[in-house]
């Protein structure tokens, strides 16, 4: 079986349903539950005997310690952390506790239960961290992609504690030969996403009639890549690459932020037209810029394609067809996840 940290949360929940739906082998999830994870992200899998959930902390050493050995896993993922870059701006504590000392003590379970394994369990054990593009920083217009050999730049609080443990699983493998994979990803959209990201925020706001806010001048590019093209190219990454190894995941899909809002009011025009007759782009407001808002992320995926043969199966068209769809769809799902903490973020945040 494996164990799957942060699977209440939104890439961890669609890579729990997918591995349950591709390969049938039992999932452990720890989560600890914070706003950005949510039960109802895995409600179908309720009665599904394979799955087991458990409310955690990946930093509690003891309880890892525990659910490993009762578990016995042969794949730990690690998804894990904070993840909201300006809720890092906000309040970076929480980052530096989860991302940095979490993965720490989540290391030192790992690291104590990985050594007693016998033999072949041994062999076969893989731990992947699944980290971001972002702990590269910032890219101008004519720099090429962020390949694996890029130098660490973190600019946010959030690249900052993601740069850190990265740099704690890179050291437990060089120190104590942990076979760790460590996976860098550009931005991911789709199901389950919480609607304080960019892509869930718009659809969810162009329905409610009210703003959709567009940071500086929207002419910042994010390199997109839909949900499960992700998980899946974390499944090829766990089985097939080499202890040690990091790659960088991306499908090489750059749009600016304007352009991916602009999609997604074509779509909900097309799917869900206004009342009044009106173009959902006619609520585009541009409003202050983030805080050292990086400019271009941009992955180089050369090396997962070539070493592991991994391609996405989306284009950009049709994951954004699919991630409205699915909110049109799960409009309970939304109202569950926007309640009480999530206005106070709104109101936090955008207020004013
Ligand atoms: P998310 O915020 O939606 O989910 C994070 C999950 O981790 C939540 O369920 C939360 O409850 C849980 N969690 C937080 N702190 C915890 C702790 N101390 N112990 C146990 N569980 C805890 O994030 P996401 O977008 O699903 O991202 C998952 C991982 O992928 C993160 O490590 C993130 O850095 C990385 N990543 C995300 C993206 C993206 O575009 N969202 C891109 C590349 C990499
Ligand atoms: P986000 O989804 O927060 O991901 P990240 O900051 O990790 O890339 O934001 C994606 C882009 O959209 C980023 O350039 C910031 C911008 N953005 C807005 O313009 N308005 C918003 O309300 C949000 C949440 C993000």
């Known amino acids: 079986m494996i164990l799957v940290t942060g699977g209440a949360g939104f890439i961890g929940s669609n890579f729990v349903h997918l591995w349950l739906a591709d390969h049938g082998e039992p999932v452990v999830t720890l989560d600890k539950l914070t706003y950005a994870g949510n039960l109802s992200n895995l409600a179908a899998l309720e009665d599904d005997g394979r799955h087991h959930f458990v409310q955690g902390d990946i930093g509690d050493r003891d309880l890892v310690e525990r659910l490993l050995h009762e578990h016995r896993p042969r794949v730990v993922f690690n998804f894990a952390a904070e993840s909201h870059v300006d809720r890092s701006i906000s309040g970076p504590g929480a980052f530096i506790q989860t991302n940095v000392v979490g993965t720490f003590n989540l290391l030192e379970a790992v690291r104590a239960y990985w050594a007693e394994l016998p033999g072949e369990d041994r062999r076969a054990f893989r731990f992947l961290h699944v980290s971001t593009d972002e702990v590269y920083g910032t890219l101008g217009p004519a720099d090429a992609p962020f390949a694996e050999t890029n130098a660490y730049e973190p600019n946010s609080p959030y690249a900052a504690s993601k740069a850190a443990s990265d740099h704690l699983v890179r050291a437990w493998r060089h120190t104590y030969g942990l076979p760790m994979l460590t996976t ?61 190894e990091t790659y960088n995941i991306g499908g090489w899909n750059e749009q600016t932020n304007l352009d991916v809002v602009r999609a997604i009011c074509r779509t909900l025009d097309e799917m869900r037209p206004r009342t009044d007759g009106g173009s959902y782009a006619e609520q585009i407001t541009f409003v202050r810029d983030r805080p050292g808002h990086d400019r271009r992320y941009a992955i180089d995926a050369q090396k997962i394609e070539r070493e592991l043969g991994w391609r996405p199966r989306e284009t950009f068209a049709s994951g954004i067809r699919r991630t409205v769809r699915w909110y049109l769809d799960n409009q309970q799902w939304v109202d569950g996840v926007t309640s009480g903490a999530y206005r106070s973020w709104v109101d936090h945040h955008y207020g004013g």
């Open 184 to 244: 860098n990803c550009s931005n991911n959209y789709g199901p389950f996403h919480f609607p304080e990201k960019l892509i869930p925020l718009v659809i969810h706001n162009a329905l409610a009639g009210t703003p959709l806010p567009i940071y500086g001048d929207g002419l910042q590019v994010r390199d997109w890549l839909y949900v499960e093209d992700h998980c899946r190219a974390l499944m090829r990454v766990a089985e097939a690459g080499a202890p040690g």
